[in-house]
């Protein structure tokens, strides 16, 4: 389970960064993304699908989260 940072660019976009791989990716969609809930099914604009368990109330971006594998 690796830390990722998740932080907003200019555009208004998230970003996936998981420094131990040096990987940075837009996120694409998030599966719960409302006022009082975010995470589950994240996927990236590469096509690559990671899980975090939902967070109540949602996280203020930068922040750094423990997220898996989606598809383990």
Same mark, same amino acid.
């Given at each position: ?8 660019? !200019?555009?208004? !976009? ?11 990716? @837009? ?5 719960? !993304? @409302? ?6 099914? &994240?996927?990236? @604009? ?10 109540? /109330? /949602? +996280? &203020?971006? +930068? @922040? ?9």
């Amino acid at each position: 389970m690796p830390n990722v940072m998740i932080r907003k660019n !200019d555009a208004g !976009d998230l970003l996936f960064y998981v420094a131990k791989k040096d990987m940075e990716e @837009t996120i694409a969609s998030v599966e719960l !993304d @409302t006022a009082e809930t975010w995470g589950g099914d &994240v996927e990236l @604009t590469d096509g690559s699908r990671w899980y975090i368990d939902p967070i109540s /109330p /949602p +996280p &203020v971006f +930068p @922040t750094t989260l423990r997220f898996k594998r989606g598809d383990e």
